[in-house]
């Protein structure tokens, strides 16, 4: 068995990133310049949001926080997200999930330009990663095909199930597995399924996103699996400072014995998703995705 | 074993559709009006457009054809595009495919205003359908939905393999029956695929959108399985007056005795795809999907 170590993958391209952006400074380019909108004081936005301008100095990007209280109006909001679409010093901005229930969040979300949408949420992106064109991927799936390739796990031919069908994870991971560039037989499974112990144990690589915690048990997974677990569910705990630890949907202890590959939690796919959107950034910075 | 008779089905819809027209025209409203855009002379293309404009008539829309020929620059197609766009008569519009080797589609597609894009094939429509907001669908997986409502077969919790991942078939189709609408346990097969045999031999309801005439064995579907067959290739035959006949993806006479249901090439998902294009013609004209 051995442990994908999100943590250092994530180091690592923390620090190609760095060097690149050093690189195109030193070609008298501009500094890769992302900016968050954040609505109200929600205590788990207010910290993710923490670490994303956190992360943009880490690498040596510029970042802009810019605050609206929970009564801002959607016409605040649009207005501020049509001024950054069109400040070309802002390559790219995201605006922090979730919204105040007066907001309609597609509405926000459809009125970011898809060239600056780093967080891979505009239909446009979606639709161009289904189509197979080049699109900005949403952080998880794309911090799990990064573990994926960078770990060399074969793909092609394989069996994958994907439990959880969500928008942000279980849906564009499934499609990207399927699809030319991983090759694999993906089957998506969900709350409905039955015989999901059955299902799970038959696949190659199994990619966990229920939001469960440690609901995948040792009989559910195949010997040899690959197996990924996005679940991170704060249980209470009387071990930590903090009060509460993090738990994946799958019982470690129990499954990891039995696989090739597992991603722990937490230390696996977590720190993937923080570095995606420092991936994505760069990319809409150099203009690879669009021009 | 009950045939899916997609013939019977799509006359139905289109009197549905003919009905409502008339509804609205006695309500003084606008006849809807679909156009189309063909570029060359491609038998098979002249045969749909001209298939296309005689369904409108059936069912009282407006049709327009819109000829160029096969040396069109990008740019002038681009200009009716944005025509076409701007043209508050016509309320959706199609580009004939496949286009000169030229021009490229994408940039054809992605000029279309999403708002008027019957046939689903624009990133926005893509997008909103995989996110599960309200979307043009593109014809074949429309018309499929269609034919199992229609039919009243449970999806809930069923096994269903899709065999072929195209963007314009497989990977609609596999998302749709994922979606909670249908609440299927969907796996994605394609060229890929190890053990395709015992795959589909575990599907409750298969759909086959290879193009591979008669692949689908006897040994390869479950006892009682619905199964729809969306392949249509063209194999030469002494029997019939054009020299050649249409045949599905699946041996028909071998596997129908084991099914539930299954639809027949031709008569089954080739008349629904047709009558997508008018649905969806017409959801455009009620300003249904979009405002």
């Known amino acids: 068995m051995q442990l994908i170590d999100g943590n250092q993958t994530a180091k690592d391209i923390k620090a190609e ?13 501009k500094q890769p310049h992302l900016a968050a909108i954040l609505v109200g004081h929600d205590g788990g936005s207010e910290s993710y949001v923490a670490y994303k301008i956190k992360d943009c100095e880490a690498v040596g990007f510029k ?26 010093d802002v390559d790219g901005f995201i605006v922090q999930l979730p919204l105040p229930r007066h907001i309609p969040e597609n509405n926000i979300l459809e009125a970011i330009n898809y060239k600056k949408d780093v967080d891979g949420f505009h239909p446009v992106n979606v639709g161009r990663m289904v189509i197979g064109l080049p699109a900005f991927v949403s952080a998880t799936p794309y911090g799990i095909v990064e573990l994926i390739k960078r770990y060399g ?20 991971m499934s499609v990207l597995m399927s699809q030319k560039e991983m090759n694999a037989t993906v089957t998506v499974a969900h709350s ?18 229920l939001g469960s915690p440690e609901f995948i048990k040792a009989n559910m997974v195949k010997e040899g699996a690959v197996v990924i677990d996005v679940g991170t569910t704060r249980v209470p705990s009387q071990e930590t400072k903090s009060g509460f630890r993090l738990k994946g949907d799958v ?8 696989c090739s590959y597992i991603t722990p939690v937490p230390g696996g796919v977590g720190p993937m998703t923080r570095v995606s959107l420092l991936q994505n950034t760069l990319l809409a910075a150099t203009k690879e995705i669009y021009s």
Chains 1, 2 share one sequence.
């Open 63 to 88: 970042s802009s926080l810019i605050r609206f209280e929970d009564d801002v109006t959607e016409t605040e909001l649009l207005a501020k997200i049509e001024e950054l679409n069109n400040d070309d």
């Open 192 to 209: 409905r399924t039955k015989n999901l112990k059955e299902v799970c144990a038959n696949a190659d690589i199994l990619i966990c996103a």
């Open 153 to 172: 796990i074969e793909t092609s031919g394989k069996n994958c199930v994907v439990v959880g069908r969500s928008q942000i994870v279980g849906r564009p």
């Open 17 to 29: 990133i760095k060097q690149q952006v050093e690189g195109i400074i030193a070609r008298g380019g």
């Open 251 to 258: 019982l470690f202890d129990e499954v990891a014995p039995k």
